[in-house]
Every structure is written in structure tokens, then in C-alpha cells.
């Protein structure tokens, strides 16, 4: 069994730029730039920076949550390689 330590070491696991996106990630994209484009259509430059800034934004919390869901399981994956080992 290879090193898990050495594996993200190494870059070959865990590496954000490694995780293919999946079909169903490309179908929600595929919608989203839809709806964006509409919502965009009549909207004049002011708005239209306004509309920018906000799914910045949202992206910004998504990908705090994300993160902090991550940063959970992970640490309930430990605790239970502790509790596991300790049996």
C-alpha cells in the first residue's frame, strides 16, 4: 500500500486540479450561464457590474462552506481511524 502522507505529497491525491468535474457538475453549469445570460440581457453596465459582484460573492460562500464542510469530514474520518485502530 503506497503512502497516503507521500500521495499528497507528491500531488496525486487531494489536488484540487486532479478531481475531474462530473457530467451532472457541467448539465448545472450549462443552466447557470443561461439563466446569467438572461438576467444580464437588460440590464445596462451599472447593473450589469452589480450582477458580477454578486455571484462573485456567492461564489465566495460557497466556497467557504465547502471548505468548511471538508475541514468536518475530515475530522470525523480521523476520529474514526483513531476509534478503528484503537479496537
Not at 496525486?12 to 440581457?41: H, M, P, Q, S, T
Not at 460557497?62 to 468548511?68: I, L
Request: net charge negative; with cysteine; charged share 30%.
Amino acid at each position: 500500500m503506497k503512502s497516503i502522507i507521500e500521495e499528497i505529497y507528491f500531488g496525486n491525491r487531494g489536488n484540487y486540479n486532479n478531481i475531474k468535474a462530473g457530467e451532472k457538475y457541467f448539465k448545472v453549469k450549462e443552466k447557470y450561464c443561461e439563466i446569467f445570460d438572461k438576467l444580464e440581457e437588460g440590464l445596462n453596465e451599472e447593473q450589469k457590474q452589480l450582477l458580477d459582484d454578486l455571484f462573485i460573492q456567492s461564489g465566495g460562500l460557497e466556497g467557504e462552506f465547502a471548505c468548511t464542510h471538508f475541514k468536518e469530514g475530515f475530522k470525523l474520518g480521523m476520529l474514526v481511524a483513531i476509534e478503528v485502530l484503537g479496537e
